[in-house]
């Protein structure tokens, strides 16, 4: 029987009530750890928590908007009364900004107000995630901080520039996160996982629905030299491996989930390629 990868582990989700956060949520719990799911929606959030614990797993709900900095002191008030150290987080939190905004996100009509909601929840929600979670993390034996970026971090996305900008800061700031915790002498890792086509509850908007929505993905599988677009469990199974002591060596990496988009070309190989 294969031992559980996260036993006795304790770990922070943040936007864990749907899409990527979820499967991280339940995929950690399977694996042994004490979940503590967190999100602005409350309702949401504490489903995922009660479906853990009716599975026979260990999770509780904290309501946490990871852009505001006092409610990311209530939860670290609250882990280290209630739990006293924390092991893995996974800064998850994050939005798009087509929705939220509800303007333009190209880098010559897009609005100021604009740029900066975005960037204060992918971006200081990040910057703050890690600034409390060094600071439960010190009473680790050996704990992960793994920050959710985007294959938008890497490349530019000329319809999405608050979007692109906050994830490729995501990325930098884990490399010094990392850095940084290496030089404390701190026993905690930081990395970032860089998805891209992943098929989550924030591409529903874009996708539409019924017909519309099947072509919308045959459409852009066309592009993924897989083949196919990803799943949030794709995305949790690395999160996995970086939360574990499996990965014990493996610091400042960024680790791409895309099924080949930025390996090489857009278009996916065809037979006589």
């Not at 800064?91 to 798009?96: D, F, H, M, R």
């Not at 303007?103 to 100021?112: C, R």
């Not at 970026?149 to 000329?158: C, E």
């Not at 995305?235 to 930025?262: F, M, N, Q």
Request: charged share 15%; hydrophobic share 45%; with cysteine.
């Amino acid at each position: 029987m294969t031992a559980q990868r996260l036993l006795n582990k304790v770990a922070l989700i943040t936007g864990a009530a749907k899409g990527i956060g979820r499967a991280c949520a339940e995929l950690f719990a399977q694996q042994g750890a004490e979940v503590i799911v967190t999100d602005i929606d409350h309702e949401g959030g504490e489903a995922v928590a009660k479906a853990i614990v009716d599975l026979g797993g260990i999770a509780r709900y904290l309501p946490l908007d990871v852009s505001d900095e006092a409610q990311w002191q209530s939860v670290e008030g609250n882990i280290m009364a209630n739990e006293g150290r924390l092991d893995v987080l996974v800064n998850n939190a994050g939005i798009i900004g087509f929705l939220e905004a509800g303007s333009a996100q190209d880098p010559e009509h897009m609005t100021l107000d604009a740029w900066h909601q975005v960037m204060a929840v992918n971006s200081d929600g990040v910057a703050l995630g890690c600034k409390y979670g060094i600071a439960l993390m010190k009473h680790s034996k050996a704990a992960s901080i793994i920050n959710m970026s985007s294959r938008s971090g890497l490349v530019g996305i000329p319809g999405a520039a608050p979007y692109a900008a906050s994830k490729a800061a995501v990325r930098n700031h884990s490399k010094t996160v990392a850095l940084y915790c290496a030089q404390q002498g701190y026993a905690i890792r930081c990395n970032s996982i860089h998805p891209g086509a992943i098929l989550t509850p924030m591409w529903d908007a874009m996708l539409g629905n019924g017909e519309q929505r099947e072509a919308a993905i045959a459409a852009i599988s066309k592009d993924i030299p897989v083949g196919h677009m990803g799943t949030p469990g794709d995305v949790a199974y690395a999160a996995l491996y970086l939360a574990s002591d499996e990965s014990k060596y493996v610091t400042g990496i960024e680790l791409t989930i895309d099924g080949g988009i930025l390996a090489g070309s857009a278009a996916a190989p065809g037979q006589d390629d």
